[in-house]
Structure formats: structure tokens, C-alpha cells
């Protein structure tokens, strides 16, 4: 049997500049099949000193937003497998 499952994640990016400084806000969302679903935020901050490249904040901050995301996904599946038991040595 082989089952095909798709999941979307949708990135929402950000920026608010001010001066010389920027400021790049992420945040990554997965709704999933069954209806849970988790937000990750990232953000990056541009020096005064270093050149307009909004790109580059823009990946920064996706980046750790989904690494952000990726964090809370694994959460939910060591909860997942805490709550079935797997690995838990059975007795008897």
C-alpha cells in the first residue's frame, strides 16, 4: 500500500525599516490533516552598518522561522510517541 500525503506551509514575511536599521519578521504556519496546527516565527535585524539587501533578512528570517517550526513538529511527535508507547519496554 503506498499513501501520498500533502502538507502546505504557508511563509508570511515582514519588514519595518527605520533609519539605517531593518527589522525582517517570519512566521511559517502548517495546518495539517488532522486539524492541529502550528505557527514558527523568525526575525532578522539589519546592522546600520551593512548594506540594503532586504533578500538576505528575508531568508534569515524565513529560515528561522522554519527552523522554529521544524522544533515545535518534532515536540508534537516525541509527545505523539510518549502518549502510544513506542519504545517503552513492555512487561511481563
Known sequence: MHT???W????LVSEETEGDTARTWAEAGLASGDG???????MARK???DMDVPEI???LAVSRAL???A???RQVAAEDI???GIGVPRQG
Open 4 to 6: 501520498t500525503k500533502r
Open 8 to 11: 502546505n506551509v504557508d511563509i
Open 36 to 42: 492541529s496546527n502550528l505557527r514558527g516565527h523568525g
Open 47 to 49: 546592522h546600520p552598518a
Open 57 to 59: 533578512g528575508e531568508e
Open 67 to 69: 527552523s522554529d517550526l
Open 71 to 73: 522544533r515545535q513538529l
Open 82 to 84: 510518549s502518549d502510544s
